[in-house]
Nanobody, 125 residues
């Protein structure tokens, strides 16, 4: 089985930056898709960004384009989400998730089988 562990969440002021990390452990797969999702209180979980394993293509939600960057380090088995120009509306619990055995990166929450426990990001105005 694959396990995911997020870290890097914090409280910052608007305009600040954070880098979230997601560490992968357990069984390895040659093909997979990693995604970052977030869930604000009282709202549904939404996708933020995805990346295909092996440095493949990335896609971003319109609300974070130009501000967030998803990347991976295969040697460290980590996926990152660099978040710049943070806004109060970015406040949420952020989760990383894995879609295993495929390089098709869905943006649908239910298509990801493995999830981390989440890391809280709070942006104050």
């Amino acid at each position: 089985q694959v396990q995911l562990m997020e870290s890097g969440g914090d409280s910052v002021q608007a305009g600040g930056s954070l880098r979230l990390s997601c560490a992968l452990s357990g069984r390895t797969y040659s093909a997979y898709c990693m995604g970052w999702f977030r869930q604000a209180p009282g709202k549904e979980r939404e996708w933020v960004a995805t990346i295909v394993s092996g440095g493949g293509s990335t896609i971003y939600h319109d609300s974070v384009k130009g501000r967030f960057t998803i990347s991976e380090d295969n040697t460290q088995k980590k996926v990152y989400l660099q978040m710049n120009s943070l806004k109060p509306e970015d406040t949420a619990m952020y989760y990383c998730a894995a879609r295993l055995g495929t390089k098709f990166c869905s943006v649908v929450v239910g298509t990801y089988a493995v999830w981390g426990q989440g890391t809280q990001v709070t942006v104050s105005s």
